[in-house]
């Protein structure tokens, strides 16, 4: 038996429905607010997500899916999107359309990371990206489109996090607190954590683990550290969300694992599904598309996992889309009967109605069966008597009433 890899997971036709509801809904969500969808590869050279994402992020340090081709160059399955949304943007010219330029792609990503609930290797994510404002509007936009989403799906218990983290005008001193506060706890903290006290002392603030969450409840925090600039614009974004009616709490330790951020950051946190409790999470970059090689053009997006979703989903009692059921299914009995069925089933199909019959060669009682099986609303037992009656019985099988109706009228019973 050979089993799937370690981290990756079979979406089966019953999970499907909820999926496509989901994929739906985003898309449906994303278009009302004026974006377009993208599609990149799979893979990128590895060396974009070193500068996009961060060369010293867990992301690129520890999770990445790199590998060489037969050429001996050095590729990435992709983490994440939006260092290849960015790429392509520029890659493509796109960077002097008329802004904001706003697209979002539904993407599976992939990270070597340990497997739990909420954390897969391969996941699937729903992302936006907006480049050409740097107004606090644009934030609070894109925050209202996450917010709108998750509301869609039903996911009651979803609180949204927002954070500045500032700008490379102020973050410096903020830098230096930081490192001044954790260098007094420096024996305590985990070997990532000391590691990154020298390379990302911000990092900290995000790490899971037990002493190093409890060492930085009682950090220096970034909001107090502010620049009037990143002040005024926190500010204004906090008064837009009030304006559109959209809750939030200030959560000064929100920063964030990729290092692209600037100002704002943010996430939707649920409560009720388990540690991986982020539904999503995202923030500015206006430094990202410079940092490669594009104009420097402001941006600012967010991220789903779509298994978080479903699990928020759940958690929330939402409802979920049931798998498609045959609106009839023909019983028969001979040949007559089948060729008559088949040639039925092709129209009702032709007409838009889900219509099946039996392509076995089962007895009629184990179509029956078979036809309560796959739910089936109705169910029609047609044999030489019906065929030469021009009329059967249509059985409704959730009440369990039956009536007599024409053979060239039963369409209209589906319609
Ligand atoms: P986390 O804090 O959970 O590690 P992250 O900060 O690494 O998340 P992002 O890179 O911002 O996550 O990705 C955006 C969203 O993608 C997350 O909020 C989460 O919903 C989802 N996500 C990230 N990593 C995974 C994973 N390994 N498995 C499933 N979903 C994931
Ligand atoms: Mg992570």
Redesign the pocket.
Known sequence: MISKPR?TMDIMPEETPLWRFIENTVRETASKYGYEEIRTPTFESTELFARGVGDST??VQK?MYTFEDREHRSFTLR??GTASVVRALIENGRCSDAMPLRLYYLIS?F?Y?K?QA????E???F?TEMFGSADPSADATVISLANEIIGSLGIKDAVLHINSIGCPECRPGYRKALVDYFTDYSGELCDSCRERLKTNPLRIL?C?SPVCSEIAKKAPKMIDYLCGECKDHFESLTEYLSSMGIRYEIDPYIV???DYYTRTVF?FISGSIGA?S?????GRYDGLMKELGGPDLPGIG????????ILAMKASGAELPASAAPAVYFCTMGKEAVKYALSKVAVLREKGIYADCDIVGRSVKSQMKYADKIKARYAVVIGDNELQAGKAVLKDMIQGSSKEVELKELWKEFV
């Open positions: 981290g867990d992301v999770e983490p994440e990503c990270r990371e497997p909420g954390r897969s290797r996941f699937f994510q992302g995000d899971k964030r694992g990729l996430e991986q982020t539904v999503c999470g995202g967010f991220a789903m996992g779509l298994t978080r979703l």
